[in-house]
């Protein structure tokens, strides 16, 4: 049975990197070692989404340093 472990900052930069050279999320998955959803969640985590002028919300991308922000505001 594997160990859990958590991902780290430098878990979600590598995640970062590898999102924004088009890797998909199974494959960042498969290459850090975590499950699947957990990348998911991660990533969902970490968006950053942009206010348009028209009351409207585009998608954004990415970032590890949200994620790592909000991952330590959850703890406390």
Same mark, same amino acid.
């Given at each position: 049975?594997e160990?859990?472990?958590?991902?780290?900052?430098?878990?979600?930069?590598? @995640?970062?990197?590898? /999102?924004?050279? +088009?890797?998909?999320k199974?494959? @960042?998955?498969?290459? /850090? +070692?975590?499950?699947r959803?957990? =990348?998911y969640r991660? @990533?969902?985590?970490? =968006?950053?989404?942009t206010?348009?002028?028209?009351?409207?919300?585009?998608?954004?991308?990415?970032?590890?340093?949200?994620?790592?922000?909000?991952? /330590?505001?959850?703890?406390?």
């Amino acid at each position: 049975m594997e160990k859990y472990r958590r991902i780290t900052r430098k878990d979600r930069y590598q @995640i970062q990197k590898y /999102l924004a050279a +088009g890797k998909t999320k199974n494959w @960042i998955s498969d290459r /850090l +070692g975590f499950h699947r959803s957990s =990348i998911y969640r991660e @990533i969902m985590r970490g =968006i950053v989404t942009t206010s348009l002028p028209s009351n409207t919300t585009r998608k954004g991308h990415y970032s590890a340093l949200k994620a790592n922000r909000d991952r /330590l505001m959850s703890l406390s």
